[in-house]
């Protein structure tokens, strides 16, 4: 099942954010900064990763239930187990 673009650009947007906190992460191990330091801040982009998930199989579900096609019910399943694995 393929998701509509303009659904999905939140996600996107929420990844590139997450994306860029991971850049500052790195750069603050490259710097030696303190590990309770780092360790916050890795545990926010893991968070902000794990949401963009979370939103992705969200819209990837809502999609599913909106089209009502006989497809459908085999992509709510694929949908239901992605989910399972973010939990």
Do not use: N
Not at 38 to 59: H, N
Request: hydrophobic share 45%.
């Amino acid at each position: 099942m393929e998701l509509d673009p303009t659904a999905t650009k939140p996600v996107l947007d929420r990844l590139k954010r997450a994306h860029g906190h991971l850049a500052k992460v790195i750069a603050m191990m490259e710097g030696g900064a303190d590990c309770e330091s780092l360790l916050t801040q890795l545990a926010a982009v893991d968070k902000a990763i794990s949401r963009a998930g979370y939103a992705m199989v969200t819209t990837g579900l809502q999609q599913c239930l909106r089209a009502g096609d006989p497809d459908g019910e085999a992509d709510l399943r694929r949908m239901e187990r992605l989910f399972l694995g973010f939990a």
